[in-house]
Every structure is written in structure tokens, then in C-alpha cells.
């Protein structure tokens, strides 16, 4: 069983920037088949996708954060990263990386990730 953990939450002023870090305990990746994503929570809120990358290593983000995030992977250490920049209020959350195997696509929905790490808080301040 794949272990994820995350780590590099952070309170920040808004317009500041942060990158949280997902490390897992075993090599996986798009070669693999695997899709690899952030997700996100704020409470009283359900869990929104912030950003994925697919089997074919292409990289989806949410419209929220277009242009602000940028996902990425260091194949050699097991890391997933997540750049977050011009970082705003409505941004914090409890984020959450997450892997998972697409049955039919090269992309994941929701419900296809099914490896959790436990979260890390991001929390902006206006």
C-alpha cells in the first residue's frame, strides 16, 4: 500500500506564495499509470481538485487557480510539489495529495484517486 504525506503548510499574508510537498513511500508516477493530484478543503466546503497530473504527464488545474499554481513531480525523490503563488483568503484550505488509477482514461475523476495523504493547512490572511 502507497503512503502519501504532506508537508509545508504554512500561515501566509495574502499576495505571499508557499509550495507544499507530498512524499511517498514508494516510486509512483504517470509511467506507472498512476495519476497524482492536490486537492483541497475549507470547512463548510466539500473537497475541491486543485490541480492533476495524467498518464501523459499534462498538468490540469482548476480555473481558481490558473495561472497561480503550478504542480510538478521529482520522479527521483518520490516528491509531488505544489507552487502556490499570489496566494489569496479564499485559498485557504486543508490540502490533500492524493494517486489514483484511471479505469478507462488518461486522466483521473474524483473517485479514481484512492490513495489519501493525511493533509497540511494553508492558511492566508487578507
Known amino acids: 500500500q502507497v503512503h502519501l504525506v504532506e508537508s509545508g503548510g504554512d500561515s501566509v499574508q495574502a499576495g505571499g506564495f508557499l509550495r507544499v510537498s507530498c512524499a511517498a513511500s514508494?516510486?509512483?508516477?504517470?509511467?506507472?499509470?498512476?495519476?497524482m493530484g492536490w486537492f483541497r478543503q475549507a470547512p463548510g466546503k466539500e473537497r475541491e481538485e486543485v490541480a492533476q497530473?495524467?498518464?501523459?504527464?499534462?498538468?490540469i488545474y482548476a480555473d481558481a487557480v490558473k495561472g497561480r499554481f503550478t504542480i510538478s513531480q521529482d520522479n527521483a525523490k518520490n516528491i509531488m510539489y505544489l507552487q502556490m503563488n499570489s496566494l489569496k483568503p479564499e485559498d485557504t484550505a486543508m490540502y490533500y495529495c492524493?494517486?489514483?488509477?484511471?479505469?478507462?482514461?488518461?486522466?483521473?475523476?474524483?473517485?479514481?484517486?484512492?490513495?489519501w495523504g493525511q493533509g497540511t493547512q494553508v492558511t492566508v490572511s487578507s
Open positions: 514508494e516510486y509512483i508516477s504517470p509511467s506507472r499509470g498512476y495519476c
Open positions: 497530473i495524467d498518464l501523459n504527464g499534462g498538468k
Open positions: 492524493a494517486a489514483g488509477v484511471p479505469p478507462f482514461y488518461t486522466s483521473c475523476s474524483t473517485s479514481d484517486f484512492d490513495v
